[in-house]
Antibody, heavy 118, light 107 residues
Framework: QVRLEQSGPEVKKPGASVKVSCKTSGYTFTSYGVTWVRQAPGQGLEWMGWISPFNGDTKYVDKMKDRVTMSTDTSTSTAYLEVKSLTFDDTAVYFC???????????WGQGTLVTVSS | DIQMTQSPSTLSASVGDRVIITCRASQSSSRWLAWYQQKPGKAPKLLIYQASSLQDGVPSRFSGSGSGTEFTLTISSLQPDDFASYYCQQYHSHPYTFGEGTKLEIK
């Protein structure tokens, strides 16, 4: 079965960077895009961006594109999200998700809590 | 960017009620619209894709309709497991924006 297993919680200081991993299994990694979505405490879902493991194409939300890098490692079927220059507003649960037949998000990781605290 | 506006933001209802959640797009997203259910501490779950297609395994009391800029999610007879938050998402053009969410509470 399809699984997306994310890395554990992180606590970072303002200005630092964080890299979250999303290890996939149960399907051909290069056949589906990976999307990253975040959710601040008590808030709604925010689409951050998408990457194609097939060719590395990326789409980022404009407000974060200067601080966010999405990447993949096809040898381990793992996707990565790096966020630089963290601020308190980046405190959130970060989810990876896999496309379904279209671009709707069918399979999700369990989420990774990133806390930015001084 | 396409802005998605959901209403209501909170909805109080009882088991057995029929409820409708509305999602409006700031510009046409054709039928590229999905609905998700999220429970506290959990990842979202896909309910409806392409505006009206029911994801496999989702109970038939859930249905979606609409196209262009107006979409609805209907739950025909609320069950205790349905009390959760619901989000729409357009995937017509990047960035694939979500609505602000609707929290469905027990009356």
């Amino acid at each position: 079965q399809v699984r997306l297993e994310q890395s554990g919680p992180e606590v970072k200081k303002p200005g630092a960077s964080v890299k979250v991993s999303c290890k996939t299994s149960g399907y051909t990694f290069t056949s589906y895009g990976v999307t990253w979505v975040r959710q601040a405490p008590g808030q709604g879902l925010e689409w951050m961006g998408w990457i194609s493991p097939f060719n590395g194409d990326t789409k980022y939300v404009d407000k974060m594109k200067d601080r966010v890098t999405m990447s993949t490692d096809t040898s381990t079927s793992t996707a990565y999200l790096e966020v630089k220059s963290l601020t308190f507003d980046d405190t959130a649960v970060y989810f990876c998700a896999r496309d379904a037949r279209g671009d709707e998000l069918l399979h999700w990781g369990q989420g990774t809590l990133v806390t930015v605290s001084s | 960017d396409i802005q998605m506006t959901q209403s209501p933001s909170t909805l109080s209802a009882s088991v057995g009620d029929r409820v409708i959640i509305t999602c409006r797009a700031s510009q046409s997203s054709s039928r590229w619209l999905a609905w998700y259910q999220q429970k506290p501490g959990k990842a979202p779950k896909l309910l409806i894709y392409q505006a009206s297609s029911l994801q496999d395994g989702v109970p038939s009391r859930f249905s979606g309709s609409g196209s262009g800029t107006e979409f609805t999610l209907t739950i025909s007879s609320l069950q205790p497991d349905d009390f959760a938050s619901y989000y729409c998402q357009q995937y017509h053009s990047h960035p694939y924006t979500f609505g602000e969410g609707t929290k469905l509470e027990i009356k």
